[in-house]
């Protein structure tokens, strides 16, 4: 318990409060619930929209278009080169420190969108988009070229074979990558306490300074990304399985059990599942 | 480019196709094909027309180019050299300033509509239904209504034996199953000539018999034709004309009795007396 004293005074330290944590696990304070509230619908749409401009930049990569697969490739690698730390604080302070953009809290009917959720919205959805195009391109790549060229034979055009035959094939593929990707955002919206966002993280460090409960209360926080996370867990699951091949038997997912508790017999984690760190050329070697 | 028959790497000794300017009345009618791939010449100056309800097949050893002669005529490779006409209008090309230019990607899916064309490994799309295989393109690609489209399709699914099996994907399909399902998917088009690219050939050989049986009907029904196989029993009781491709040219060619019986070319009686064997 000395490292609290890095947080709390050390004077505080009174050993671990159960009934402060379980007050908190079961009913947390409307704040809190609001934080959140604000990491799920940011990581929501964040992801959504990293999903969408994701599909731009992997379509531009195979574009025959020089142009446009020369900037799919150089947002992928500036994008992907640089924290997301960084690219928070030079979206959101740096734009307004130099006078260039500062986000204003914007009224959306009776709601008010804040300025810095707009630019925590836009920078994960930008960051996570070069993560998504390389996961999407990995996954067109894995369809064997037999596919487009029957498509083509068909008189197909480029674009249609690649709603109606690349595409749905690709899903299947992506899904695993994206489930990965969805649970670090999660995880990554912490990450937005720099830039003053009230999500679940700053609420619990507000919190901690009022009652100066470190350990509860970051414990808590966690206790909530790990519900999170494994509420998606299911949906991921869930849409694997409406997406596989209802002709063949579903692929040998990881039980209830081995995703939450992690691998088979202490092994490393199944693949699709495991814990990979936020390298997604490592996603996008595996599906290829 | 119009005039392909220019002097040849080394000495032809064989048939070399029609000569002349590409026959615009011909469902097919090709010039001087040239293909290369990194500077290997796979079609070194192939012509050949094919008139209506024809069926032509063409035999080769491995590598002589018989597949990539196929997969050029509906631009599924490109051509350095010649011309490919189909209903008298060019394959994969236009007029440029002084030499022919690629069509744009969307001119030559036009071009292919009416082209069908069923590979050796099937290639059918594993995330639909046998039946929305069969229907997928007349739907995307012709703006057919769904509901005429499934029931055409159900048609010609019954056609090749297999409406039983309809709602079923691909990859429950036997070998056989999945080429009569890829044979349908290409008529659903209604396309105006057929190619096969050795559509036995990744067939068990139990298999082969179905799907022979299904193209013999389709050459009952008067089908032009073009088929790669090494399927002797089909070539000598379907075919109108027996091509034999030989170092990317056309060896020789002519009824499957004249090549089978009296070739003029010791190749191609020990080609097919080899082949032959094998059924």
């Known amino acids: 318990m000395a490292d609290t004293s890095l947080l709390a005074d050390s004077a505080q330290v009174a050993g671990f409060d159960w009934s402060f944590f379980w007050h908190y696990l079961i009913s947390p304070s409307g704040t809190f619930l609001e934080g959140l509230w604000r990491t799920v619908y940011i990581s929501v749409v964040a992801q959504a929209l990293g999903v969408v401009l994701g599909l731009v930049i992997a379509l531009a990569q195979r574009s025959r278009f020089a142009v446009l697969r020369w900037g799919g490739g150089a947002y992928v690698w500036l994008i992907r080169g640089t924290p997301l730390l960084v690219q928070l604080v030079l979206v959101y302070n740096g734009l307004a420190a130099a006078g260039v953009y500062r986000f204003t809290d914007v009224p959306v009917g009776g709601l008010v969108l804040l300025g810095v959720v707009q630019a925590a919205v836009l920078t994960l959805a930008v960051n996570e988009a070069a993560y998504m195009a390389e996961i999407i391109r990995a996954a067109l790549d894995a369809i064997d070229r037999g596919q487009t060229e029957a498509a083509q034979a068909l008189g197909m055009t480029p674009s249609l074979t690649m709603r109606v035959v690349l595409l749905p094939q690709a899903l299947r593929i992506i899904v695993p990558p994206l489930g990965n990707e969805f649970n670090l955002m999660m995880k990554s919206t912490s990450l937005l306490s720099v830039i003053g966002l009230q999500e679940m993280f700053l609420t619990a460090q507000s919190i901690n300074s009022a009652t100066f409960k470190t350990f509860e209360i970051f414990l808590v926080a966690a206790c909530y990304y790990l519900a999170l996370t494994t509420v998606w867990s299911f949906v991921q699951r869930f849409i694997e399985r409406k997406l596989a091949d209802p002709g063949t038997t579903p692929p040998p997912g990881p039980s209830l059990r081995e995703r939450l508790v992690g691998g088979r017999g202490g092994g490393p984690a199944p693949r699709g599942t495991a814990v990979v760190g936020k390298e997604p050329t490592l996603a996008g070697r595996e599906a290829s | ?279």
């Open chain 2, 1 to 279: 480019m119009n005039d392909p028959h220019g002097p040849h790497d080394r000495p032809i000794t064989g048939h070399t196709g029609p000569t002349g300017p590409a026959d615009p009345t011909a469902v097919l009618s090709a010039r001087g094909m040239v293909k290369a791939f990194g500077g290997v010449r796979v079609l070194n100056g192939v012509s050949m027309d094919v008139r209506a309800r024809e069926v032509v097949v063409v035999v080769g050893p491995s590598g002589s180019g018989k597949t990539t002669f196929l997969r050029c005529l509906n631009h599924l490779e490109s051509i350095d050299e010649g011309e490919i006409l189909v209903h008298g209008r060019r394959v994969g090309y236009k007029d440029g300033p002084d030499r022919l230019v690629e069509e744009r990607p969307r001119a030559i899916a036009a071009r292919r509509r009416n082209i069908g064309f069923v590979f050796q490994r099937f290639n059918l799309f594993p995330h639909l239904s046998a039946l929305d295989n069969v229907a997928v393109a007349p739907v995307k690609v012709l703006g057919v209504p769904k509901a005429e489209a499934r029931e055409q399709a159900q048609a010609l699914l019954a056609r090749v034996g297999l409406a039983h099996k309809a709602s079923s994907r691909p990859s429950v399909l036997s070998g056989g199953q999945q080429q009569r399902v890829a044979i349908a998917r290409a008529l659903a088009m209604k396309p105006e000539l057929m190619l096969f690219d050795e559509p036995t050939s990744a067939l068990d050989p139990e298999m082969v018999g179905e799907v022979v049986t299904v193209m013999k009907e389709l050459v009952e029904d008067g089908l032009t034709m073009i088929v790669v196989t090494h399927e002797m029993g089909f070539a000598r009781s379907a075919a109108d004309r027996l091509v034999m491709f030989d170092q990317g040219v056309i060896l020789e060619e002519g009824t499957p009795e004249k090549l089978m019986t009296d070739p003029d070319h010791q190749r191609t009686r020990a080609f097919l007396r080899r082949i032959d064997g094998h059924g």
